[in-house]
């Protein structure tokens, strides 16, 4: 069965200073691996997908097959990417996410 | 247009009772799920449809959870005799179809409270 691992709960940084997310995952096959983003009162989106290989927000995730893992960074945080991280895995076939635990960045002046 | 919406957006009910959850999808969107987030827990899987048809159930934590979808679009996850620890937030999303590239799009979700 596949597993999604984000091991900080709260990472808290200041404004302007870089950020990692850390996300591993177990699966034995191929999978698609996503970031996704809840902002204090919205709805969770989509913020970024691996075989796109886009920067969005300035933020940028690569997965690394070899370490399983598929670490979401940004060069300087800014206020607004506050909010609640959530790293996604689907298996090759089926249609299911399964998500992490989350983590909450907090990004303080 | 419209995003996913669901309702009620909040349910407090007390335990033994049944619970319905209401999820209506963006039109045209033939795939839907059904995830659950309890408090400290990552979003869980429960059950997913491709059109009227529930190809994996294999998230529902036990019998006394089941949905349905009709019409291939509005769902219903009816929760009979809740408990406690059936409290949760309940979140559906759905997509244009359950490819790869499909990206899922979340609704609001329900915060179910069991006393």
């Known amino acids: 069965a596949q597993r999604v691992t984000q091991p900080e709960k709260l990472l808290s940084v200041f404004k302007g200073a870089p950020v990692e997310l850390k996300c591993n995952y177990s699966?034995?096959?191929?999978?698609?691996l996503f970031w996704y983003v809840q902002y204090s009162r919205q709805r969770l989106q989509l913020l970024l997908r691996?075989?796109s290989r886009e920067s969005i927000k300035g933020f940028t995730a690569d997965l690394n097959k070899g370490e399983t893992s598929f670490h979401l960074k940004k060069p300087f945080a800014q206020e607004e990417d506050s909010a609640m991280y959530y790293c996604?895995?689907?298996?090759?076939?089926?249609?299911?996410?399964?998500f992490g635990t989350g983590t909450r960045l907090q990004v303080t002046l | 247009g419209a995003g996913v919406s669901q309702s009620p957006s909040n349910k407090v009910t007390e335990k033994g009772k049944d619970v319905e959850l209401r999820c209506d999808p963006i039109s045209g969107h033939t795939a839907l799920y059904w995830y659950r987030q309890s408090l400290g827990q990552g979003l869980e899987f429960l059950i997913y449809?491709?059109?009227?048809?529930?190809?994996?159930k294999s998230g529902l934590p036990s019998d006394r959870f089941s949905a349905e979808r009709t019409g291939g679009s509005v769902s219903t996850l009816t929760i009979q005799r809740t408990q406690q620890e059936d409290s949760a937030v309940y979140l559906c999303?759905?997509?244009?179809?359950?490819?790869?590239?499909?990206?899922?799009?979340f609704g609001p979700g329900t915060r179910l409270t069991v006393l």
């Open positions: 999303a759905s997509s244009l179809d359950s490819g790869n590239l499909n990206e899922q799009f």
């Open positions: 691996h075989i």
């Open positions: 699966y034995s096959g191929s999978p698609e």
């Open positions: 449809f491709q059109g009227n048809s529930a190809p994996d």
């Open positions: 996604a895995l689907k298996p090759g076939t089926a249609s299911k996410l399964t």
